[in-house]
């Protein structure tokens, strides 16, 4: 059975920035299948907006042109999911709050990010999903 996840942004310019890592690994699982991850509206503008950036394209040495090419990629293996709840987990960071509508609304198994502290006091974290680090989920996934 294929772990639903859906992959916070941090994971996929992290994964990007590095050839290697638990960032880089969480990518290639779910390039390969074994993750499956989800996206919605919000979350797959998030990642475009932060991969036509100077800057992160800079650190990925990378040109806008491929990491649109990647994305198109990545975006192929996920599936789509309209959230629509409009539940607000009351996260410290509001631009988060659409990563645990999209969880609950894919009934994914995991949100899959690098910074766990600004989901500790979500109001909705009894809803099926668990916060977890790409290198705690490699754990997970090799016990």
């Known amino acids: ?7 916070d942004t941090n994971v996929l310019v992290a994964g990007l920035i590095s050839g290697k890592g638990s960032n880089r690994e969480i990518l290639r699982l779910c390039l390969k299948g074994d993750l499956q991850p989800f996206v919605g509206n919000a979350l797959y503008l998030e990642y475009q907006d932060l991969l036509n950036r100077e800057n992160i394209q800079a650190l990925c040495q990378q040109t806008s042109v491929s990491l649109m090419e990647f994305l198109d990629g990545f975006a192929q293996v996920c599936k789509a999911v309209d959230a629509r709840y409009l539940w607000r987990p009351n996260l410290r960071d509001e631009a988060d709050n659409h990563l645990v509508e999209l969880a609950i609304a894919a009934q994914a198994a995991y949100i899959v990010t690098n910074n766990i502290v600004d989901f500790a006091r979500a109001e909705l974290k009894h809803l099926g999903y668990e916060v977890i680090t790409p290198a705690q989920l490699l754990r997970l996934l090799k016990s």
């Open 1 to 7: 059975m294929t772990i639903r996840v859906v992959v």
